[in-house]
């Protein structure tokens, strides 16, 4: 959604309501293409500040993640506020600040990438997922595999023979 803050820029309007849902199927991260399960909405004013213009809402909605241990895909509730400091001027260096030149701002930008900011960096279906077995690959949450994990480092190989019963 595209506003055009001219009216606020130039103080004639205080503050502008904002409620609507994002026009989104799916977004990318970076690392995945994140799909839309529950509709994104965003509630929220802009307000003009002496200098600058200060957006703030909260913005819910669901999506589906791929658990970083098992890659099984689990819904995602999105339940956050944002607040995002906007200038026309081109003299602000602060990174902080998004800076617009014509006086149009670009909500939804805003809103996915504090949304991707958001998500967590290590993605679990749940909080104690067991993964994959390392070597047949079979997910350990459904099922228990016969691999024999022996691997162990070759530098402490004479303490595993220490510590063994024979």
């Known amino acids: 959604m595209i506003i055009n803050v001219l009216e606020l820029i130039k103080n004639k309007v205080s ?8 026009d989104l199927s799916n977004f990318h991260d ?3 293409a994140i799909e839309i399960t529950k509709t994104i ?6 307000k003009n500040s002496e200098e600058d213009l200060i957006l703030k809402g909260h913005v819910e909605g669901e999506v589906i993640l791929t658990c970083s241990r098992c890659l099984d895909k689990f819904n995602y509730k999105l339940d956050l ?13 602060d990174e902080n600040i998004i800076f617009i030149d ?3 701002l670009n909500i939804d930008d805003i809103i996915v990438n504090n949304i991707i900011m958001s998500l967590p960096v290590k993605r ?3 909080e104690n997922c067991k993964g994959l077995c390392q070597l047949c690959g079979t ?5 228990n595999c016969n691999c024999k994990d022996e691997d162990t480092d070759p530098r402490l190989a004479k303490l595993k023979d220490f510590f ?3």
């Open 102 to 104: 014509n006086n149009k």
């Open 139 to 143: 997910n350990l949450n459904y099922s």
């Open 81 to 93: 506020d944002i607040e995002e400091i906007i200038s026309t001027n081109p003299e602000d260096k």
């Open 15 to 22: 503050n502008e309501e904002l409620s609507f849902t994002l």
């Open 164 to 166: 063994s019963d024979n």
């Open 124 to 126: 679990l279906c749940r």
């Open 41 to 46: 909405s965003f509630t929220g004013v802009i």
């Open 30 to 32: 970076g690392n995945e």
